[in-house]
């Protein structure tokens, strides 16, 4: 049996007043807190092992050399990844998105080829398939929308043509919070023979992640939204395009060998890591992962899901209130407006409360346009909400309406 009491004691920030109340954190899906251990671990490292890794002599170096090795066996192992060669440490999920999209344009995609995305993706993971596009002629297909708001998956075969190349998409929708028929996806694309980007970056912190069993091309996250620190994120490589893509950012370390004239690369998740790697930050990564272990991310699922069920139905209970992707079955975030009023009226007066929310657009204004909406009101959770939290911020909802009115 989980103890929340216990859970929430593990995050510093969430004892603390804002505007003179109790503060209640719904803005998770953004960035989630982070317990002490693994603000604890950051610090530990520069107060006893800070040194650069890799190729020192001395004890410190090959202390921390060893940890940052460690972490990745850890965060390898949470995502049942074999070989942890396969796992490169980046500076978060927008700059894995980058250097896939970058490595691809090298060599897989040819001018005028067709990327497949969803009108769920966060700008993240169009953008950077959009500047390839500009340049090559490219052109991006998009799964539309059912009238759910759920993804019409049975477009997804007329989309593909001989021209199609790759499927970048989001495992879950980071505004809707509405989960992605992966297994429906893989199957299609490996029907043609398709590559796939998975975007894990709102499935990670909320799910089970097994990428041995999805066996997808590519798989990103962030740290920062499961606990962990900002600035540093996977990229996951199947064992064909550890081989094959070609390295976009280059510098120190990577190498075997270097001459004027020439570079041999070095092998495996090296190759992709240049410079000085976000090292504490790599540390305090495999310690979010161990603090998901440690509560088990099947139990985080189904206790964020107890939270998504109960807020929805106490907004349904709203006349006032407009919900987007519904569904009893998502991962933590809730999209909703409130009649007549502007997202940011309703986050703004419920911060006088103490509750943080998100408002606008969350980087998914395709989707927007879609929906023929300017922006939601996005509640997202994490471990440490409560019941209680979602009672009082629907309290206060109301008070806030009556006062819009
Ligand atoms: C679905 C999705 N993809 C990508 C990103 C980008 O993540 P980051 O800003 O950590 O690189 C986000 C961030 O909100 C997201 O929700």
Known sequence: MMDLIKIREQFPILNQKINNCDLIYFDNAATSQKPISVIESISDFYKKSNSNIHRGVHSLSRSASEQFELARKTVANHFNIDNEQQLIFTAGCTDSINIVA?????FHLQKEDEIILSTYEHHSNILPWQLWAKENKGVLKIIPLLANQNLDYDSIEKLITHKTKLIAITHVS????????IERIISIAKKHQLPILLD?????????????KLDVDFFV????????PTGVGLLYLSQKWLDKLPVSKSGGGIIKSVS???????DGALRFEPGTPNISGVIGFSNAIKFINNIGITT???????????AQKKLREMPEIIMYGESDEKAGVISFNVKNHHPFDIGTLLDNYGIAVRTGHHCTQPLMQDLKIQGTVRIS??????IEEINYFIEKLKKVIKMLQ
């Open 174 to 181: 980071n505004t809707l919070g509405l989960i992605t028929d």
């Open 102 to 106: 970058q490595g691809l344009a090298k």
């Open 381 to 386: 959770f994490a471990i440490y909400n409560t």
């Open 200 to 212: 894990g970056a709102q499935s990670a912190p909320h799910m089970p992640v097994d990428l041995k």
């Open 300 to 310: 985080i699922f189904e206790f964020e899901k107890k939270l998504v069920q109960h």
């Open 260 to 266: 004027f004239e020439n570079t041999e690369y070095a």
């Open 221 to 228: 996250c962030s740290a920062h939204k499961l606990y962990g």
